[in-house]
């Protein structure tokens, strides 16, 4: 025979017991009800895993409460210190050449006048975008670099000893584009002959964040059911299956 021994707020834990599914249980007390009106206690059987009963509003420590900020003075004072503030030997800093076309095909880099600028340690020329959407056939797309399909897209990095060495040796790196066509006007993008993002169906990358699907999962506008307009919104979906 099991016995169940109920505690109240005080003790928190309670002895476990098992339900009629065999899942292990424990009997608490709980407030319930308006503080000072109906408020009382009451025994509720619940999952064993169930964290402590939280006392009412006025015992608790630091829920509803506004606790000073450990930082708080250091930030208002500025001597909080950040990232961009720790200096470490040996330390590197990285900036970005950027496409400045929405969608575009990169013909060739020229990272050499980068390479011999005073202070660079390494250029990087991207040949896979981490994060992207990918075609589902890669044979649909044979190119040796990324197509560009948003202004701003990274297509090479440097890495240099001062952020001001970075900046300058980014800016000799020469990228040859070929223009391709796009629009910025959502009802543009669902027009039938509107230019594709991608030449076939794609599947956007994970996130740390979860959502979207599992891939090969066909994928239809993003249009239909809201009309906007935004800057860089160009390119409709690519024809998938419906």
């Known amino acids: 025979?099991?016995?169940?021994?109920?505690?109240?707020?005080?003790?928190?834990?309670?002895?476990?017991?098992?339900?009629?599914?065999?899942?292990?249980?424990?009997?608490?007390?709980m407030p319930i009800g308006i503080p000072g009106y109906t408020l009382h206690d009451e025994q509720r059987t619940v999952p064993a895993s169930e964290p402590p009963v939280l006392p009412v509003n006025?015992?608790?420590?630091?829920?509803?409460?506004?606790?000073?900020?450990?930082?708080?003075?250091?930030?208002?004072?500025g001597r909080a210190r950040y990232t961009a503030d720790v200096q470490l030997p040996g330390m590197l800093y990285a900036c970005f050449v950027?496409?400045?076309?929405?969608?575009?095909?990169?013909?060739?880099?020229?990272?050499?006048?980068?390479?011999?600028?005073?202070?660079?340690?390494?250029?990087?020329?991207?040949?896979?975008?981490?994060?992207?959407?990918?075609?589902?056939d890669p044979t649909l797309e044979?190119?040796?670099?990324?197509?560009?399909?948003?202004a701003g897209q990274p297509v090479a990095a440097v890495a240099a000893?001062?952020?001001?060495?970075?900046v300058e040796a980014a800016a000799k790196v020469k990228?040859?584009?070929?223009?391709?066509?796009?629009?910025?006007?959502?009802?543009?993008?669902?027009?039938?002959?509107?230019p594709l993002v991608f030449p076939g169906p794609a599947d956007e990358a994970g996130t740390a964040g979860g959502g979207g699907s599992e891939g090969g999962v066909p994928q239809t506008?993003?249009?239909?059911?809201?009309?906007?307009?935004?800057?860089?919104m160009r390119n409709r979906d690519s024809k998938t299956p419906t």
């Open 1 to 29: 025979m099991t016995t169940v021994i109920t505690h109240s707020l005080a003790d928190a834990a309670l002895a476990p017991a098992v339900d009629s599914s065999g899942a292990a249980t424990k009997t608490v007390s």
């Open 58 to 77: 006025k015992d608790l420590d630091f829920i509803g409460k506004s606790p000073e900020r450990w930082d708080g003075l250091a930030k208002v004072t």
């Open 98 to 136: 950027n496409a400045p076309l929405p969608h575009a095909r990169v013909l060739s880099i020229d990272t050499s006048a980068a390479e011999s600028h005073p202070g660079v340690k390494g250029v990087h020329v991207i040949e896979s975008l981490l994060g992207a959407a990918v075609l589902r």
């Open 142 to 150: 044979r190119t040796k670099y990324p197509i560009v399909r948003f």
């Open 161 to 166: 000893t001062t952020p001001q060495a970075a």
């Open 175 to 194: 990228v040859k584009y070929e223009a391709l066509p796009f629009v910025v006007d959502a009802d543009l993008a669902r027009e039938p002959k509107a």
């Open 221 to 232: 506008g993003k249009f239909m059911a809201l009309r906007y307009a935004r800057r860089g």
